[in-house]
């Protein structure tokens, strides 16, 4: 079977109340977000692959329930159904995060996953000033796609679920930006506002200041007048 390399290892995985997993990195992504904390990733800088059969020793071996795909954009890798499939067939379910912009891959594997963390950068209004060379409706297609899988599988919840993202990173998301996302997203889903924070390795260390915690919780207010379920969270 061919499989993608695998460029990271974390002994833990968020996907929402399950925590017991493993996060594990493919490489390459289609944008270049200022705060991104994997930057080698991202710039296929000095990467050092991880074998498939250490992952799965680690994640038998140390009965994880849950593997997260994370990255860099792991639907640029035209190997990612078979790498969910492999590791399926541990017995693990499996989740993934995803920036959405790559539609036709996310639905070719929506099927197979049992958790999707979607992140949406910001407005498609600011989107196509910060990203003009992405079609950025693709994130709110792809939102589309993953309500409908929820909702196909509704029956049991605990097969399949969902999150939003969106980095609270001041060039990208504003006042208004929060009110344009929030018309895009369905009422009661999840969505969490992560503040970014001032990591050494992210992709570009220039003097960008956090909102301060009064600015993060007038956003928060914002957002949960239109999404009461929203919640905070940190990169």
């Known amino acids: ?36 904390m994997n930057s080698r990733l991202v710039l296929k800088d000095n990467l050092v692959p991880v074998d498939i059969g250490y ?21 640029l890798n035209e190997f990612l159904p078979n790498l969910i499939d492999e590791l399926k067939s541990w017995g693990c379910k499996v989740g993934m995060s995803t920036n959405g912009t790559n539609n036709k891959a996310l639905e070719n594997v929506l099927g197979k996953l ?21 079609l950025w409706s693709q994130t709110f297609k792809s939102y589309n796609s993953i309500t409908q899988e929820w909702a196909r599988r509704s029956e049991c919840k605990s097969d399949f679920n969902f999150e939003v993202r969106t980095t609270l990173y001041p060039l990208f998301v504003d006042k208004e930006d929060i009110v344009s996302i929030a018309g895009g997203l369905n009422y009661g889903h999840k969505w969490v506002l992560q503040q970014f924070r001032l990591a050494k390795n992210r992709l570009e260390n220039n003097d960008i200041q956090p ?16 999404i009461p379920t929203t ?5």
């Open 231 to 235: 919640s905070l969270g940190y990169v």
């Open 114 to 134: 049992n958790y999707v963390a979607l992140d949406i950068k910001t407005s498609i209004r600011k989107a196509e000033l910060v990203y003009p060379n992405v």
């Open 55 to 75: 992952v799965k020793k680690f994640v038998i071996g140390n009965k994880r329930e849950w593997v997260t795909i994370s990255g860099g954009e792991p639907t």
């Open 211 to 226: 909102y301060s915690e009064e600015q993060v919780d007038e956003l928060l207010k914002i957002a949960q007048k239109y």
């Open 1 to 36: 079977m061919n499989l993608p390399v695998i460029f990271g290892l974390n002994g833990s995985s968020d996907v929402g109340e399950n925590t017991f997993g493993v996060s594990i990195f493919l490489d390459g992504c289609n944008l270049r977000c200022p705060y991104c």
